[in-house]
């Protein structure tokens, strides 16, 4: 079981970031992750749907790290954790949230997408940070910026990260993954063609991982 948000961040070089609308999807979705070699999953917290999602995947594919996505209110943290959310990852860093994702003990990713947004989580020890929104906020390029001034900080980038651009952002040393809905098209999702999930993710993690 992954302990910190490094570990997780090892597991795969792309986390799926999933919206689900029926909470029926998310056990064979998480198996068709696992088939296709992801074992990571980040599951947002975007409909009504997504708490019982995590808690299912949580009792029922326990080789599966779930993650609850789009933490934005404190008391969220410790409602994802008790559904069964392993990780937790937030678009952005105020205090108060970030305040409260840490009390959980879980690894967390909080969002940033800019310098001072990293060097206020450094405050904290967090190290391991999503970049968000990735490709508004300047994609590759300004990434590679930062590497320089923070060398110790690692970027998960989400947002506008998709299968044309993410070996771009992998080709970079302060880029441990990326986070994309690629994976799990909706449409593959709500039509329940869990092979082409696997076929897809096993071809996108495969040759990413290679990157």
Known sequence: MSTTAADLMALSRVIPVVVLDDADDAVPLARALLAGGVPIMELTLRTPAALEAIARVADQVPDMLVGAGTITRPEQATIAVTAGARFLVSPGSPEPLVTAMLAERVPVLPGVATATEALALLRHGITEMKFFPAGPAGGPGYLEALAGPLP?????????VNHGNAADYLALPNVACVGGSWLTPPTLVKGGYW???SRLCFGTWSEESQG
């Open 195 to 197: 092979d082409e999930i």
């Open 152 to 160: 110790g900080v690692t970027f998960c980038p989400t947002g506008g």
